[in-house]
């Protein structure tokens, strides 16, 4: 029997495990939650019949890069500010250079006169009106403020960032990602200035911190596009049909062996040991495959080469358009 849908699956289980494949068996929905608990195990590391086998599965890996674009900060505007409060009120509505008008809120701002960095908690789009995260330190007054965009969301479906991220537009520059108290050590919020990006944080689950922001008139254009490559988060499996898992067909057998086993184990069968046995014999040759898929070939199989003319192994020298050779 072919292994291919999830359907496929829950009937191959159930046909060995004495059960109805018609929907009458008492655990016709349980051998699809079975099959998927086994499921997120795998893509999780949280296999529990083989524990120690926890890797970025080649299998995982997002056909596109994920893309982050930020945006300008805010500056050459006024705020009306007073001390003791946390509310404002901007000169102008903020408008992206279509005229777009957009909200702020969740963004930092320095206002003139006080040394702290506020978030902005609460602005309406179309609107001047803000909250700040705190009441105001410095001096009333109508003053000049910096607001800028720290925070981006990352794709829904991200596992893990697998490699650094990467901006192009000061050459071949890397983003790496560290923890969020390096990043704060190394650009404290005081500090914080415009550029591009060259760390970068996760602040909350699916949330990322840079090091720097952008600005219109300070950078090469006023947005700055960050890309990188992610493992994702498979969706459950629920027995839809047509549905399949993302595990390679070859290897799905391991989900029907442990689900196998949670069979066996609901009617107390001798033959949940062996199902379980098969579940981990599995998961340990899937790691070996996913081993010398990444070791096999040259020293730079698995690396990223965004650009190919980056590859000092394949760029020629420089000539002109005649071909007159400048330098190698």
């Known amino acids: 029997m072919a292994l291919i849908y999830t359907t496929d699956l829950k009937a191959y289980v159930l046909d060995e495990g004495d059960e109805p494949i018609d929907g009458s068996s008492d655990y016709d929905q349980n ?49 009306t500010i007073t001390q003791n409060t946390n509310v404002g009120t901007l000169g102008t509505v903020p408008i992206d250079i279509s005229g777009v008008p957009y909200s702020i809120q969740g963004w930092y701002i320095k206002i003139l006169g006080s040394l702290d960095v506020f978030r902005v908690a609460q602005h309406t789009v179309n609107t001047t009106a803000i909250q700040l995260d705190s009441i105001f330190t410095g001096p009333t007054g109508v003053v000049s403020y910096n607001a800028f965009k720290l925070e981006y969301p990352l794709p829904s479906n991200l596992l893990y960032i697998v490699s650094p991220m990467r901006a192009y537009q000061t050459g071949r520059e890397q983003v790496e990602i560290v923890s969020k108290h390096a990043l704060e050590t190394l650009f404290p919020l005081t500090q914080i200035t415009f550029g591009i990006p060259n760390m970068a944080a996760l602040i909350a689950e699916q949330i990322l911190r840079f090091s720097h922001y952008v600005g219109s008139g300070q950078t090469v254009t006023p947005f700055v596009r960050i890309d990188f490559d992610y493992l994702v988060i498979p969706p459950d499996l629920t027995g839809a049909a047509g549905e399949q898992p993302l595990l390679p067909a070859h290897y799905r057998r391991i989900l029907t062996d442990y689900a196998l086993y949670r069979l066996y184990k609901a009617k107390n069968d001798d033959r949940a040991e062996d199902a379980g046995q098969r579940a981990k014999g599995g998961v340990q040759a899937m790691m070996k495959e996913h081993m010398n898929r990444i070791n096999r070939g040259s020293n730079s199989f698995g690396r990223i080469y965004p650009r190919q003319q980056d590859r000092a192994s394949i760029r020629g020298p420089w000539r002109t358009e005649s071909g007159f050779i400048l330098s190698y």
């Not at 195990?41 to 930020?70: D, K, Q």
Request: net charge negative.
């Open 31 to 79: 051998v699809v939650t079975w099959i998927d608990t086994g499921y997120k195990g795998i893509w999780s590391g949280t296999f529990e019949l083989a524990p120690e086998v926890h890797y970025p599965w080649w299998w995982l890996w997002s056909p596109m890069p994920g893309t982050i674009t930020m945006v300008p900060n805010i500056v050459n505007d006024l705020i």
